[in-house]
């Protein structure tokens, strides 16, 4: 049963993925931006800051903040994700 509930979650966060991905393709940046945030703050509870998951995912929020012209924030998160993954 924790097993069947742990993987309708992880479908549930990929799935969540995905659609972040749809909504910035349509240009639909703001709702693009709540739903990536709230996902990577689950993916991040859910698997961990080093998972490749959560990384995509917070590329993917990286480029949404890109997108609405907070580059600021956006090369942060980008800096993070490079210091994951080189130390």
Do not use: K
């Not at 709540?34 to 698997?47: F, N, Y």
């Amino acid at each position: 049963m924790i097993w069947r509930t742990s993987l309708r979650g992880i479908s549930s966060l990929d799935s969540a993925h995905h659609l972040v991905f749809c909504l910035w393709v349509r240009g639909q940046y703001e709702q693009t931006r709540q739903l990536s945030e709230d996902t990577l703050t689950r993916l991040r509870r859910v698997l961990g800051d080093d998972h490749p998951h959560t990384r995509d995912s917070a590329h993917n929020l990286a480029a949404v903040l890109a997108s609405l012209s907070e580059h600021g924030q956006a090369d942060q998160l980008d800096e993070q994700i490079r210091f994951q993954l080189l130390g």
